[in-house]
């Protein structure tokens, strides 16, 4: 089946470093979402990227869709301990059950003040 | 004025149990789902309920029984408990099918921590 993978599992780093989340899916994406999960939250919608080679920005958060449209990136810049958390790439399959979204296995980020 | 609410935000139970969480949520979506998420926080989705129509039904055990009784609500039912189904269960909702309009994802409940003694 579908798989979405992301790397790293988890990161630590000093707050004012950069982090950059990678998102890999098994299948081409008709879309790629970018949720945040708080420790002991819920996931929040992020944005979403729907042509190939799109990037998008967020204040410090920039979002890429790879041109083949199976991987995309997170990058933070300058870090803060507000950032800490899970952050999950989703995606929907191109010409699968159009409302099915798969999660990416998600990026921990530890900010140490 | 919360979006999607979900009750109970924690459930502890006995094995072989029966119990229910509820969810609503006044986006005025027309898609509801379920996803458990694990210990190691992997999200899985379950059910799909588009306009109280069910659309997606992962091979989940037929213990676990969705009901949308209107577009608005969409309770999860589990028969006979078990360990393994220790999780926290999410109901999230959306506008629509596949992608969202710009600017919209998936909005999702708080949660509720289901913990099978």
């Known amino acids: 089946g579908q798989q979405v993978m992301q790397i790293p599992q988890y990161q630590h780093v000093q707050e004012g470093e950069d982090f950059t989340t990678y998102c890999n899916s098994s299948?081409?994406?008709?879309?790629i979402q970018w949720y945040k999960q708080r420790p002991g939250g819920h996931p929040v919608f992020l944005i979403q990227?729907?042509?190939?080679?799109e990037v998008k920005k967020q204040k410090r958060l920039t979002f890429q869709f790879g041109e083949a449209k199976k991987n995309s990136s997170l990058h933070i810049t300058a870090t803060q301990t507000t950032d800490v958390g899970t952050y999950f790439c989703a995606g929907h399959r191109e010409g699968g059950a159009t409302n099915k979204l798969i999660f990416g296995t998600g990026t921990l980020l530890a900010v140490q003040p | 004025d919360t979006a999607v609410s979900q009750t109970p935000k924690y459930l502890v139970t006995q094995m072989g149990n029966d119990k229910s969480i509820k969810c609503e949520q006044n986006l005025g979506h027309d898609t509801m789902y379920w996803y458990k998420q694990d210990s190691k926080k992997f999200l899985k989705i379950m059910f799909s309920?588009?306009?109280?129509?069910?659309?997606i039904n992962e091979t989940v055990p037929n213990r676990f029984s969705p009901k949308s009784p209107d577009k608005a609500h969409l309770n999860l039912h589990i028969n006979s408990l078990e360990l393994g189904d220790s999780a926290v269960y999410f109901c999230?909702?959306?506008?629509?099918?596949?992608?969202?309009?710009?600017?919209?994802?998936?909005?999702f409940g708080s949660g509720t921590r289901l913990t099978v003694v």
């Open positions: 299948t081409t994406l008709s879309n």
């Open positions: 990227l729907v042509k190939s080679g």
């Open positions: 309920y588009n306009n109280k129509e069910l659309i």
């Open positions: 999230a909702s959306s506008q629509g099918w596949g992608s969202q309009p710009p600017g919209y994802g998936y909005t």
